[in-house]
């Protein structure tokens, strides 16, 4: 299909637009973090660019600086596409063990397409640590922790392995002990968790499971073909049987 002259303006006015409400959320992030202080970061995405989505951060909660990638929240938001929406004081760990609650906040443009996302991570560590302290003085058995582990960094190749292994960790199988049905269930959930929006994932993917990339396109291609047939969902697909 050819691109009009009016397309290319009306995405040229569509990105003016979105960088302009960019430029106007930076002052609130360095405001959110100076507000709460050292245990708060506040981060800024621009959805356009996943491996370099980071435009702005104020405090160091999961160590991301400018022009780093997403993590695996991003991507999620980013899989629903205009369909996102805020999630709010959600809870979830780092990999060395924090804490951390969070609240992501997706921006949209005047026409409601979702483009970026305000972030706002809170380091809670020490107030469990105080609860359960609190606790045994008390003489109450202190709550396990049970928040997911996700994966913070600038690099968006960690964010990828990250989700990888996890998938199969839940299979408990390596790619060569999984049949058809698991294997299509794999590769349909790295694509509702937007994995596949990253540039170059079915060849890291690929290069992961030692599959060749022509058979990580026709796995993703069947999973996104049986993804709408109640017959090939995601949950009767998880349990089939080896």
């Known amino acids: 299909m050819e691109t009009t002259a009016g397309d290319c303006g009306g995405e040229r006015a569509r990105d003016a637009e979105r960088d302009a409400i960019l430029r ?29 989505s980071v435009v702005a951060v ?17 991507l999620r938001v980013l899989a629903r596409g205009d369909e996102a929406r805020d999630e709010l004081n959600y809870v979830t760990r780092t990999g060395d063990g924090r804490r951390v609650k ?19 991570n809170v380091d809670v560590t020490e107030v469990d640590r105080v609860q359960g302290l609190l ?17 913070f960094g600038d690099d968006i190749d960690s964010v990828v392995d990250a989700l990888l292994d996890d998938h199969l960790r839940r299979q408990d199988q390596t790619w060569p002990g999984l049949d058809r049905a698991r294997r299509l269930a794999l ?7 937007g994995v596949f929006a990253v540039r170059r994932a079915v060849e890291q993917v690929a290069a992961r499971l030692g599959i060749s990339r022509a058979s990580a396109y026709h796995y993703l291609a069947q999973a996104r073909d049986t993804s709408t047939d109640p017959a090939h969902s995601s949950d009767s697909a998880e349990g089939a049987r080896p």
């Open 58 to 74: 104020a405090g160091s909660v999961t160590g991301r600086t400018a022009g780093g990638a997403m993590s695996e929240i991003g």
């Open 187 to 193: 590769f349909r959930g790295l694509d509702e968790r």
């Open 135 to 151: 606790a045994a003085l008390a003489g109450a058995a202190a709550q396990p922790s049970q928040a997911p582990v996700t994966t």
């Open 24 to 52: 106007a959320l930076v002052p609130v992030v360095d405001g959110i973090a100076a507000t709460f202080g050292p245990v708060c970061e506040a981060v800024l995405h621009d959805y356009r660019r996943p491996e370099r």
């Open 102 to 120: 969070s609240s992501t906040m997706v921006l949209r443009d005047s026409a409601g397409g979702v483009f970026g996302a305000l972030c706002v």
